[in-house]
Nanobody, 117 residues
């Protein structure tokens, strides 16, 4: 059974940093693009960062220069390093493999990030 497990969220002050991790079990990230998304309340999940199978990254304008997505295929893990966090970054963060331009797997439980003083 394929399962995505996100971790690393928490409460952080504005300007702080967090590193999120996403572990895939039951299959592999290798060969697939992957992405991080975030969701605020009942709104739709928005794409935050995307990484191709070879490792080329793209970012939403709102996080460009502050967030870095990376992948470790050997560990079957995708990371999101978040620096200079802002209150607007407060959300539940999810990861997924991407296939055909859309999220491929069932969503995990996500990890909550709260940026507040």
């Amino acid at each position: 059974q394929v399962q995505l497990v996100e971790s690393g969220g928490g409460l952080v002050q504005p300007g702080g940093s967090l590193r999120l991790s996403c572990v895939l079990s039951g299959d592999v990230f290798t060969g697939y693009p992957a992405a991080w998304y975030r969701q605020v309340g009942g709104k739709q999940r928005d794409l935050v960062a995307f990484i191709t199978s070879p490792g080329t990254a793209n970012y939403a304008d709102s996080v460009k220069g502050r967030f870095t997505i990376s992948r470790d295929n050997a560990e079957n893990t995708v990371y999101l390093q978040m620096n200079n966090l802002k209150p607007d970054d407060t959300a539940v963060y999810y990861c997924n493999r991407v296939r055909g331009g859309v999220p491929y797997d069932n969503w995990g439980q996500g990890t909550r990030v709260t940026v507040s003083s």
